[in-house]
């Protein structure tokens, strides 16, 4: 198990802990909700049956009321709205607050579905409520706290993972121009003993051949502390052909595939005129040239087409090596991902960073079949 697939592993058994946290909330405000709704209507109809009791004309007018008021006073804070049997209000007996529309507050009762608490024979039929403020925001509370919950959650991971992609670009740039400083020094002596070698052996043409091949490697490794030194500063983007720089590619790379490797780009005189870096640039594509040729095991076909519309040119580099498992699409670019035995799998998270932070361009995965192959896509923008 690689170490994107605990990551993932991790995350799915952080969403879950989360989402049951939630749950359990959610589900014991729901009771809260519940019982408080049940006591209200026990409050009620304790309310109701004071009323009545107090209005019961058969009832001695010396009896003691004392029971009854103290009830209704303790009631006062659950807006009640009492009817008789012709269907007429009582203010005197309603608990709402005084000025309140009691025939617009009734209405809103009775479409809201609400059923009425039911008296018996005398004086009052009818007992309509609304439930109490505390009992609202306690039924909404549940859908409040998911939604902070949410928001909570969603903040903290663009918040982290913004704060984790600052800290990997410090440690690439960091890696990059500390290669590159340590590339510096033995390209230095290298030069130095070549210039000695010819100044010693200027007539063997042979030893000459040598130091000819040795200057373009020299050459080579001085492009490379270059495009090291490049990662973490803005380069110089130049209007240059998209196609000249894929043949500069392909020319380069052709040398050092197998034989059973074929290359089919575009003419390198087709234009296609974009601002890039192109040291950068010609490494994006050297890197998934070398990947590809990794993908096809010694055999197959690289293939590179351009496409040009108003904004943009888009870059298509195909080949028919194993392809990519559909497990990994989504981390193909991140710091680590490689399919083989050897490496650190840093390409295609630089060539990423290359394309998107220094060419304001987008590169992604187009397609990739098991044992047919796969195609990655660039889209630059076109030069105005």
């Given amino acids: 198990m690689d170490i994107y697939q605990k990551k993932s592993r991790w995350k799915i058994y952080l969403a879950i802990a989360g989402i049951a946290i939630m749950l359990i909330s959610m589900m014991f405000t729901n009771y809260l909700a519940n019982k408080l709704a049940k006591d209200e209507r026990t409050k009620v109809d304790l309310f109701f049956k004071a009323v009545q009791s ?5 009832r001695h007018p010396e009896d003691n009321y004392t029971m009854e008021i103290d009830v209704v006073q303790s009631i006062q804070d659950i807006p009640i709205i009492m009817v008789n049997e012709a269907g007429k209000i009582d203010p005197q007996n309603s608990t709402f607050p005084e000025g309140a529309d009691l025939e617009k507050e009734l209405q809103k009762i009775k479409d809201s579905g609400f059923k009425p608490i039911e008296g018996g024979e005398g004086y009052g039929a009818y007992a309509y409520y609304k439930q109490t403020r505390i009992l609202t925001l306690l039924q909404y509370f549940p859908w409040i706290q998911a939604f902070l919950f949410l928001a909570f959650i969603g903040i903290g991971y663009i918040a982290f993972s913004i704060a984790r992609k600052a800290e990997q670009d410090q440690v690439w740039v960091g890696m990059a121009k500390e290669t590159a400083h340590q590339l510096g020094t033995p390209i230095s002596a290298i030069i130095a003993w070549l210039e000695n070698l010819k100044l010693m052996k200027s007539e063997d043409e042979e030893t000459m051949e040598i130091v000819t091949e040795l ?43 197998p034989r059973k490797v074929s290359f089919e780009f575009p003419d390198d005189n087709q234009g296609f005129m974009a601002r890039i870096n192109p040291p950068l640039f010609n490494w994006v594509i050297e890197n998934l040239i070398r990947n590809a040729l990794d993908a096809m095991g010694g055999k197959g076909v690289i293939t590179a087409t351009i496409i040009e519309d108003n904004t943009h040119i888009t870059i298509d580099l195909s080949d028919t090596g194993s392809g990519i498992p559909a497990n990994k699409l989504k981390t193909v670019f991140e710091p680590g991902f490689t399919t083989k035995k050897r490496g650190w799998g840093l390409g295609l998270s630089l060539a990423k960073r290359i394309i998107e932070s220094y060419h304001s361009g987008k590169i992604f995965v187009k397609s990739s079949i098991m044992n047919e192959g796969t195609t990655f896509t660039i889209k630059l923008l076109k030069s105005q």
């Fill in 215 to 257: 200057e373009h490697d020299v050459e080579r490794l001085n492009l490379i502390a270059d495009r090291f030194s490049k990662i973490g500063s803005t380069p110089k983007l130049e209007e240059l052909s998209v196609a000249f720089q894929l043949s500069e590619c392909r020319q380069y790379m052709e040398k050092r595939a």
């Fill in 54 to 58: 107090s209005n019961d004309p058969n």
